[in-house]
Structure formats: C-alpha cells, structure tokens
C-alpha cells in the first residue's frame, strides 16, 4: 500500500491551484452554454472526438483518415460558431476585472421607463426598450435612427406611438439619453423559449445574450410587461416588480413616482352619467318631492 501511494505524484501548491483553475474555467464553460444551442453543438463535436477515438482503436484507416484530415479546420470552424459566447466568456472576465463603476455623475431618469411602460400595459402597445450598461451597443445603434435626446416619458410615448415612423424597432438608453430608436437587434435562438413568445420577445432576449445590457418589453397582444436579462426573461411583472428589478440591476435607487391615471374617453363617462340618471330615477319616482 506504502509503495503503490509513492507512485502518485507530489501534490503542491502549484499543482493544486492549476487543478481547481482548470475546474474553475470548465464550471464556467458549462455554465455559459447551458440552455443554449452551443450546447447541443458541443454534443456533436463531443460524437465527432468519439468517432475519431474509436476509428483509431479499431483500426478503421479510411475513417481515421478522413477525421485526422478535417480535424485541423475544425478549430477555426468552432471558433466561428461559439464566436457570441466568446464574446460574451470575455466581456464577463472584463466586468469581473473592471473596478469602475459607472458615476452617480448621470441624471437618474429611469422612472420615466417605468411610467412609460405602464402606459404602453395599459394601452397595449408594443414597446422595446433596451438599456445599455457596461458593453456598448454602438453596433445597434447604428442600425436605427440616431436620437441622442434626454430621455423622458413624453418622448417614449412618442417614439412608441403606433402611428409614429418610429415604433417599430427598439428603443436603446445610454445613460440619461436615448441614442436611437427603430434599432435592430439579434433574436434569440434558444430552442428553450417559449412559442408564446413572439419575435420583440426574442429580440429582447438576443441583445441580453450577447450583452449584458437590460431590455424592458411590453406586450402588444396582452400588454404584459417582461424584463429580459442575462438571457433571461422575467414575464407578468407589475409596475412595481419592475421598478424594484430595475433599481436592484441598475445600483441605484428608482424613487415610487405617483402613475398617470389613464384616460377615459369622453363617451364612457356619458354613458356613465346616463346610467346613473337612469338609476336615480327608478329609485326614486317621485322626484324627491
């Protein structure tokens, strides 16, 4: 037992940090590409190593030939592929390195996100709003109309007015300011999603996968408000959720500013008048006298 111990290798420090490093950048790995379609290639190309293994040890030349061959171009053909989790492997590892935060310097104005995304519930209007933080969306921007206006609830409710030129496309915040709108972004091809989910949906959950920017989206069928982060969505919030949700991601305080009371029609509150009379009236016949 003695002698069969000595023939393992030394363990020291060194080693055991080049251990739990390893460990630490496969956890990462596998936790990156969990729920998305880099995984189900990962399966393949983990079916193609096996092919290549056994064709090897079963002595299987013209298929051990034809791997060996294609092997070589396949890194630059995974590299092409995982191309959106490298990037989004390394704009992680610079969040995590960075140690500047952004300023309480800009106007906090993001309740105005929040009032206009109650009128867009309460009205049924589709709305998009994305939120850049840390990685910029100078890319996105440039496939929209550039604004680069103070951000405000008038101009959301503008923007996102079904007959405005506007209010097809997302709407990017950069800090206090609203740099474009109309914007394209990536949909999301994660086979998990919901069929429910129609294509502002996944958009939303796109430039969540390649960014760590935060999208805000209103439904146009139900009005229901989602947020969309990390890859992530988070649907039915109420206004408050949303308030709450935006104040934990963003680090800083979102003060409960009073919600516009929506807008009745003038002829509902006639018909309302009249039913009153019309009840009055039957209660009581007499006319009071």
Known sequence: ???????????????????????????????????????LILVGVSVVILAFYFSRLGQLVTLYWLISRLLPYAVFALIVIFAPEIRQALARLGRRLTL????????DAYDDIVMAANL????????????????????????????????????????????APLHDGAVIIRGDRVSAAACFLPLSMNP??????????RAGIGITEETDAIAIIVSEETGSISLAVGGAIERDLTVDQLRDRMGTLLRRYVPPTPLPTPVIPSSLLEE???????????????GGL
């Not at 840390?134 to 503008?158: H, N, P």
């Not at 009379?277 to 209660?283: A, E, H, L, N, V």
């Open 192 to 201: 998990v999603l919901s069929t429910q989910l129609g294509t502002r949906h």
């Open 100 to 107: 500047t935060h952004s300023t309480g310097a800009e106007a």
């Open 120 to 163: 867009f519930s309460q009205n049924q209007t589709g709305a998009l709003m994305v939120i850049e933080r840390e990685i910029g969306l100078r890319t996105y921007v440039e496939s929209g109309v550039a604004l680069d206006a103070q951000l405000s609830y008038d101009l959301l409710a503008t923007i996102f007015r079904p007959s």
């Open 272 to 286: 309302e008048s009249e039913i009153s009379i019309r009840s009055d009236s039957r209660s009581n016949p007499g």
């Open 1 to 39: 037992m003695i002698s069969y111990a000595a023939n393992w290798p030394h363990l020291t420090l060194v080693s055991v940090l080049d251990i739990l490093l390893v460990a630490f950048v496969i956890y990462e790995f596998l936790a990156l590409i969990r729920g998305t379609r880099a995984a």
